[in-house]
């Protein structure tokens, strides 16, 4: 008899966005002549970089010639890609990160639901309310929660509210614990953390012999100087985060597909009886035994994003997600909103009229407005009574779409 892994049993409900997928096709299955604008899922609608599609036309190119077409790759990605994130993203800022402890993937999404594979069962896992539905469900997953409530909450994890009233950057849990999710700036709340925020978590961390898994994956929307794009900003933060970026939302690689995360070779785990392993080696064995590397002609094309033509092409693509950022967040105060985020990262964090339910709220924006945003209750309790709206529509789509919301 093969049994199943009863862990999965545990989740209540289908992952958020297939579920918003659901409701939509429904609608326009029952009103097929309705324009729905998509402000929900936050998938890009600029095209790819001139510099990135000329650098993958190389490479397709190469392919197909017998004295440049290459097989496999190495898994960690290639050298020349490596150094390049290493130089640009991060010993730019300051911070020495090294090419070997780069390992590129296809996706942030992977790498933060696989990296909780090479830490114990037993690890207290903790993260932020509302939160990334894949940091939660990966560890229910694995088997290390118990049973879950009727608000979404599952017993074993450690949650940290993030209210209007702590900036949605909530203070270290007072009890100790053991793998500590962060994102910022966050997903799906707009907010940033400060280099004091991020200071203290680290010296948290430190203290409790921690690891932050820190999802930086939305760093290149950050335009105030004073916020830190990479944990590695912060002194000591080497011994004790990994951090995880994605290509898909800072030059559309969404469909192409290629990320990378960075596990420091001074961060280590540690085993039951107290002696440290590098989790850089285990990240390592784990990369290469369940991961064939991200494709040689992705990995050319995010290389062309670090060219001076390729850094001018993709902020100009980032420009226009922040002038829709901005014009979502300035049209929605204006109708008498209370709105968060928008500013250093392209998600709005909006409260729902009048205490109105987050999935209501979604419904009546569906049905009367024929706009999909994503409610907030969807990324855990203290989400509820919110919805999040993306920036990643096109700037006739956003504000077509808050012309209808001023209508309601």
């Known amino acids: 008899m093969a049994t199943v892994n009863e862990h999965y049993l545990k989740l209540k409900a289908g992952y958020l966005f297939p579920e918003i997928g659901r409701r939509v096709r429904a609608f326009k299955a029952a009103n097929p002549g309705a324009d729905v604008i998509s402000l929900g899922i936050g998938d ?4 790819l970089a001139p510099a990135v599609v000329a650098a993958m036309k190389a490479a397709v190119q190469e392919m197909a010639d017998p004295r440049t077409f290459r097989g496999y790759g190495p898994e960690q990605g290639y050298a020349f890609l490596r150094e390049a994130i290493a130089e640009h993203d991060y010993r730019s800022r300051g911070a020495e990160v090294a090419a070997d402890e780069v390992f590129v993937s296809d996706g942030a999404k992977c790498d933060t639901g696989n990296m909780q594979e090479v830490f114990g069962l037993d690890n207290v896992v903790a993260v932020t309310d509302p939160v990334y539905p894949v940091y939660v469900d990966t560890n229910v997953m694995a088997g290390r929660t118990g049973a879950g409530d009727a608000a979404g909450r599952y017993a074993g994890i450690v949650y940290m509210p993030c209210t209007a009233e702590n900036g949605f950057t909530p203070q270290p849990p007072s009890q100790p614990v053991d793998l500590i999710y962060l994102c910022y700036p966050n997903n ?5 953390a400060s280099r004091q925020v991020l200071a203290e978590w680290v010296a948290y961390a430190r203290a409790h012999k921690a690891v932050i898994l820190f999802d930086a994956a939305y760093e290149a929307f950050i335009t105030d100087p004073a916020i830190p794009h990479s944990i590695y900003e912060i002194p000591g933060a080497q011994e004790v985060a990994i951090e995880f970026r994605s290509y898909s939302k800072t030059a559309g690689f969404t469909g192409v597909r290629c990320g990378f995360a960075v596990v420091p070779k001074a961060l280590k785990g540690y085993t039951k009886a107290g002696e440290s392993v590098d ?18 002609v992705s990995q050319a094309g995010a290389a062309a994003i670090y060219t001076p033509e390729g850094r001018r092409q993709v902020r ?13 967040r300035q049209s929605l105060q204006k109708l008498g909103y209370e709105v968060y985020g928008g500013v250093n990262a392209p998600y709005i964090w909006m409260r729902t009229p009048n205490g109105m339910d987050s999935w209501a709220f979604f419904d009546l924006l569906l049905t009367k407005a024929h706009v999909v945003g994503t409610p907030g209750a969807g990324f855990g309790s203290a989400g509820q009574g919110y919805l999040r709206l993306t920036a990643f529509g096109t700037p006739e789509h956003c504000a077509e779409a808050l012309r209808r919301i001023e209508k309601l």
């Open 316 to 328: 100009q693509t980032i420009d226009i997600y922040m002038g829709n950022a901005a014009l979502i």
């Open 188 to 192: 799906p709340t707009g907010a940033v």
């Open 44 to 47: 890009v609608t600029q095209p």
């Open 279 to 296: 989790a850089n080696r285990l990240w390592s064995r784990r990369h290469t035994t369940k991961f064939n590397g991200a494709s040689y």
